[in-house]
Nanobody, 112 residues
Framework: QVQLVESGGGLVQAGGSLRLSCAAS????????MGWYRQAPGKERGFVAR???????SYATSAKGRFTISRDNARNTVNLQMNSLKPEDTAIYYC??????WGQGTQVPVSS
């Protein structure tokens, strides 16, 4: 059974940093795209960042220059380093692997 488990969320002040991690189990994802999405209160889930099998990355406009996605294939993990956080980054952050697999989400409230 495939599982994705996010960690690293929590309350942070505006301007601060957080590092989210997602640990996958049940299969390896070294040849698959992995990514992060987020859902803010009252809004639909949206794309944040993606990393492919070659470690090429793409970002939402709101994340460019502040967030960095990385992967560790040996550990079957994907990370999201978030810097210069803003109150509008407040959301539940979800890990995604190979399009169809999702984690349960981790909350990131950013206080002003």
């Amino acid at each position: 059974q495939v599982q994705l488990v996010e960690s690293g969320g929590g309350l942070v002040q505006a301007g601060g940093s957080l590092r989210l991690s997602c640990a996958a189990s049940g299969r390896t994802f070294s040849s698959a795209d992995m990514g992060w999405y987020r859902q803010a209160p009252g809004k639909e889930r949206g794309f944040v960042a993606r990393i492919n099998r070659s470690s090429s990355t793409s970002y939402a406009t709101s994340a460019k220059g502040r967030f960095t996605i990385s992967r560790d294939n040996a550990r079957n993990t994907v990370n999201l380093q978030m810097n210069s956080l803003k109150p509008e980054d407040t959301a539940i952050y979800y890990c995604n692997a190979a399009v169809v697999y999702w984690g349960q989400g981790t909350q990131v409230p950013v206080s002003s």
